[in-house]
C-alpha cells in the first residue's frame, strides 16, 4: 500500500511516455552499475518513509531525466540530434526565398547562385474609362463568359433597373470575385474621379507559348444591347502573360510560375528581379536549435524550482543548487557566450538576440555535440538527482560511512528503496 498513492499520481505520465525513451538491456545494465557505483561512495542512512519523501524523490527523479533527455537531443549524431535539422538560407530574402520540402538531406542541391532577369507576369486585361453617373447599360438579363485553357466561366448578372455606369461595373467585378474563376477583378477611378473602369487579372503567371491565359466573351444582353463585356471592355488585354527568366550557376532557366522546386526538395519562391546573384545555401535549423535550448533552460530550471520549495520534505537547497551549477560549470564561459547565463538565484536565462545567433553560427553545435567530453560529463552530473535523489533530503540519521581506503559492500539498492526505481520505469 505505501507506494499505492506514488503508482496512481505517476500512471499517466508512465502511459504517455514515448517508445523512444524505453531502456535497452545495455542501459539497464549501465544505471545499475551506476547506482553500484554510487553506493560504495555513498553514507547508510535511514529516512522515515513519508508519502511525501517518496513523492519528492519521483519528481525529483522525472524532472532530472527531463533535463537528460534534452542533453541527449543537444549532443546525438542521429536524427533525434536538434543539430540534424537543416533550413535553407538566402541572402537576399526580399528577392527570393527557399524551403526544404524533404526530410532526406541527401536529395539537397549543393548551394547555388540563382539572378532573375524576369518575374513571369500575369495577364492582365484594362477595361475604358466610363462616366461613372452616366447609365448606358438597360435593365435587363445579361450573360457573360470568361474562357481558360481548361473551363470554361459563365456569370449572369439581371438588373432590375437601369443602373448608373459605376453600379454597373462594380456588380460586374463582384460577381467575377465570388466565382472560382482564376481571376480577380478590381475597379479603379481616373486621376479625377469622375470615371471608373474595370482591370481584370488572371492568378497564374506565364504561358507555355505566349497565347493568352483567358479571354471574354458575351452571350447574352437585352434588346441587342451593348453586353458587359462589350460595355466594360474588358477583352482588350493590355499584359501578356510572360515567363520568368533567371539563372542558376550561370545557367540560363526560365519557368511559368515565379516558383519551382529542384530535386523534390527544395522550393524555391522569386519577389523580386535582381542585379546580382542571391546565393542559396544550407545551416542547422536555427528555430529547433533554439527549441531545444529553451527546453534545457525549462527543465534545468525545474530541478532549481525544487530547490527553493517550501514544501514537505524539507530539503538540502544549497547541495542542489551547487549540484545543478556543476552540470555547466565547465562551459559556463561558452555558454554566456551564446547568451546563456544564469541569475543569483541560480536560474538558467536565454537571451533570444544572442542565442539565435549562436544557433546560426554553429555555436551551439560546438558545445553539446562536437564537445563529446563536456556532454558527458553534464549528463553524468544530470544523473545524480535521478539515481540518488534521497541525497537532498533533510533530517537524514546517518548509519555509517564508507571507509574510503578499503573496499566495502556495494549495497545497491540504498537509493533504490527511497527513490522507488523499482516501482517504476523511469530510471
Known sequence: MIYNYLISDYVNRENTRSNSFAHKKSELKKIYGDIVKISKDTPSYLIHPSIEAQSFALQLKESSLGLQNTLIALKSDGLSSAFSYKEARSDNEDAVTATITTDDYSTLPEPFSLQINKLATPQINTGNYIPRTRSLLPEGNYQFQ???????????????????????????????????????????????KKEIRLILQSECTGTPDGSPIFTCEDLLSPNKSSGCVA??????????????????????KSTMANEFTLNNS???????????????SFESDTAKILDEVNNLATTYNQLVDFSYSKEEPPRLASLML???????SSAQSELENCGVTFNTKGYMEISNELATEAARKGQFESIFRENKQLSTTAYKQSQTFSLNPMKYIQNKIIVTYPNPAKEHFANPYMTSIYSGMLFNSYC
Do not use: M
Request: negative net charge; glycine residues 2%.
Open 146 to 192: 470568361i474562357q481558360t485553357e481548361d473551363q470554361t466561366y459563365q456569370f449572369n448578372i439581371n438588373f432590375k433597373k437601369k443602373p448608373t455606369n459605376e453600379t454597373a461595373i462594380r456588380h460586374i467585378a463582384q460577381t467575377i470575385n465570388n466565382s472560382s474563376a482564376p481571376i480577380s477583378a478590381q475597379t479603379e477611378l481616373n486621376s479625377s
Open 231 to 252: 460595355f466594360s471592355g474588358i477583352n482588350h488585354t493590355t499584359q501578356l502573360p510572360e515567363n520568368s527568366s533567371f539563372q542558376i550557376n550561370g545557367q540560363q
Open 266 to 280: 527544395l522550393h524555391v519562391t522569386f519577389k523580386e528581379e535582381t542585379t546580382k546573384p542571391v546565393q542559396i
Open 322 to 328: 551547487h549540484d545543478l551549477k556543476s552540470i555547466f
